[in-house]
Structure formats: C-alpha cells, structure tokens
C-alpha cells in the first residue's frame, strides 16, 4: 500500500517495547481522568521541535490533538465558524474543505501557477483580495510534494495581517524536507498570527495512534483551549506518544532512509520519460501518463496500491522501503512498455 503516505517499514521493535511499558504504566492510573494540560508531552514535544527546526520553543506554544484533523478543527473552531471563511490553494489537501464545512464557515479555493508552485506576491494579492479569517498553505503540499520558500510564508503573513486573518502552515511531511529547507517554526518569534501545525502521523509512523500537534503563540494556544472538549488526549495517547518521541533518533533514521527511495523515484520516473515534480515530502506526484487509471489499474494488478490524484495524467506515489520502491519501479516500467 503507496497510497496514503503512511511509513510503510513496521515500527521497531525497541519503539514497540517502549510504547507498551509507558501504556503500561498509564494504565495503572486509568481510574483518574488524564492531565487535561497534557504537560509532559507538550514538554517533549517543544524540545523536539527546537532540535528539529533550530527554533527556539516552549511547552507554552505547544498544543496537541487526536490527529492533526482534530488539531485543524480546533484552530477553526477558534479563529473561523459560522459567517466566516476559510482558504487554501488547490491542488492540496482534500481534507481542508471538509474541515470549513465543518465548522459551517465558507471555504474560499486559490489558485497557484500551471507548475504548481506559489509565488509571494500572487498568494499576498489573493490574501488581500479575498480577506479569509484563516488561510492554509501545505508546506511541504500534498500532493505535489514541494516546499513553500519563507519568502511566500512572510508575504501571506503580511498580506493578513492587513484583515487579521490567522496563517496557518501545514508541517504535516516537515520531516522529509530537503536539506537547507527552513522550516515555518523559525519565524514564529514576533508573528502572533502565525500557527505551524505538524502530526505524528507519517515521520514518526504513528498514524494509528493519532497525535497531530501545532506551536505558536501562547495566545493562540489559550484561544485553543476554549474550544476543546474536556479530557480530549487519552493518557494511552500521551503515553504512546511521549515513547515515540523519547525515540525520535530511531525513528528518523527510517526518514532517512524513506528519503533516499523518494530521491530514487523522482530520479527513475524521469529517466522513463516521465515528469515527476521535485518532493520536500514522503511520497512523489508524477505527471506524463498518456491513461493515469490504466496505469493506476496496472500497478493494482500487480498487487500495488498508489493514489489516483484530481489531476489529468498524474498519480501519486509514496515512497515505500527500497524492495517496495523496487515493485513499483519495475510494475510501471513493465505499463509503458505495454
Ligand atoms: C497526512 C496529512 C496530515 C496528517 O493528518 P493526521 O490527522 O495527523 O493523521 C495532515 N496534513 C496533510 C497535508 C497530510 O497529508
């Protein structure tokens, strides 16, 4: 399965190990309602975000949810609603318009160039024209794959501040970033507007234990907790994922790897005569296919499960371990030789 940007090797087993004794020690205590300030995960979450990024950050501007859905959900619980608008810039995550309905507010669609990219003056003059209470930009996007440069994040963020819209930047795949990419967390100092969200999803192969989480500025975090429901992290979901993040080293060193199999692909659909677009991210969009579903319908054939895109001619693939990058390789190659 390459077709929702899950890591796909099996969580190790010292990680495995580690989340089953801190469950373990949470279920001593499961007769008391969980910390409802979730400290000691928002604690470890800062750190790993200051190591991660070079930001410098607080438990304070920490805040988490079950999946960074429910994360999103809050923000526009918080800074959206009813009578208000929310904006992003398709192709993107399909999910965005699903949360503005939601929370019954209006959801306004951008436009990015024909190659995808977003350019810093357009986004700003879209912001300006449009006047959203909140706008989301996909860093690095899915599904194309591609980081924003801070330069189209600074001029968002000046561009809403002329109508107190809040930014928010979806980390979700910051993890995979290239080298030399700056996260969005570095210039969160001095822009109380600004709302960086990431989840635990795909870099920490966590997705079924969901935890998404976002920092910014403390203000934000207290607007935040006027909308959650009491008790809503578990402490079977603090405990796993204060395990996960007590092992991020192990953990990243399966990114690394999932990084050079997406160098790969991008680099061996090109030689095909395809036309991948470069990836910040886990997984790669490819363009160039004369019959995107027969050759989606190919790979299934061969037992490999990729994602059909809303785009004509393009699919999208995650990068899997190197054998499962291999399959898929080979099972494409085999489609356009017909
Ligand atoms: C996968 C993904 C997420 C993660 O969602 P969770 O609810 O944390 O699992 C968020 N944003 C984007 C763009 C994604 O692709």
């Keep these: 399965m390459l077709n929702v940007n899950e890591t796909t090797y099996d969580v190790p087993a010292d990680v495995v190990d580690a989340i089953a004794k801190e469950v373990r020690s949470a279920a001593e205590t499961l007769n008391r309602y969980p910390d409802r300030e979730f400290s000691g995960l928002r604690h470890k979450l800062a750190a790993y975000l200051t190591r991660e990024s070079g930001a ?23 800074f959206a609603g009813p009578g208000r608008s929310v904006m992003s810039f398709p192709p993107t995550y399909s999910m965005y318009p699903l949360y503005a309905r939601g929370v019954y507010s209006d959801y306004i669609a951008g436009t990015r160039s024909k190659d995808f990219t977003q350019d810093p003056g357009d986004v700003a003059a879209q912001i300006r024209e449009h006047r959203p209470h909140v706008v989301i930009l996909c860093s690095p996007n899915n599904p194309t794959g591609t980081s924003l440069g801070l330069d189209v994040v600074e001029a968002a963020y000046e561009a809403a501040l002329e109508s107190d819209t809040m930014v928010v930047v979806d980390e979700a795949y910051g993890e995979f970033r290239q080298p030399g990419t700056r996260s969005a967390l570095t210039m969160l100092a001095g822009r109380p507007r600004l709302i960086v969200t990431r989840t635990m999803s795909k870099a ?13 500025a403390p203000a934000v975090t207290d607007a935040l907790r006027l909308v959650r429901l009491p008790y809503h992290l578990s402490a079977i979901t603090q405990a796993a994922a204060t395990a996960a993040l007590d092992h ?31 990836s910040d991210a886990n997984f790669v969009l490819f363009g ?27 699919l999208r693939v995650t990068a899997g371990t190197e054998p499962e990058t291999t399959d898929f390789l080979n099972s494409l190659r085999s489609y356009l030789n017909g």
């Design 204 to 216: 920490f192969a966590l997705a079924g234990g969901r935890l998404g989480y976002l920092a910014a």
């Design 248 to 278: 991020a080293e192990t953990l990243m060193a399966n990114v690394q790897r999932i990084k050079v199999q997406r160098d790969r692909l991008v680099a061996e659909l090109a030689a095909m005569g395809l036309s991948p677009y470069p």
């Design 56 to 78: 410098d950050l607080d438990a304070r501007q920490i805040w988490a949810g079950n999946g960074s859905n429910e994360v999103m959900q809050h923000i526009l619980q918080a």
């Design 288 to 314: 160039g296919l004369q019959d995107a579903h027969a050759a989606w319908q190919h790979l299934l054939d061969d037992g490999i499960l990729i994602r059909e895109v809303a785009i004509e001619g393009h």
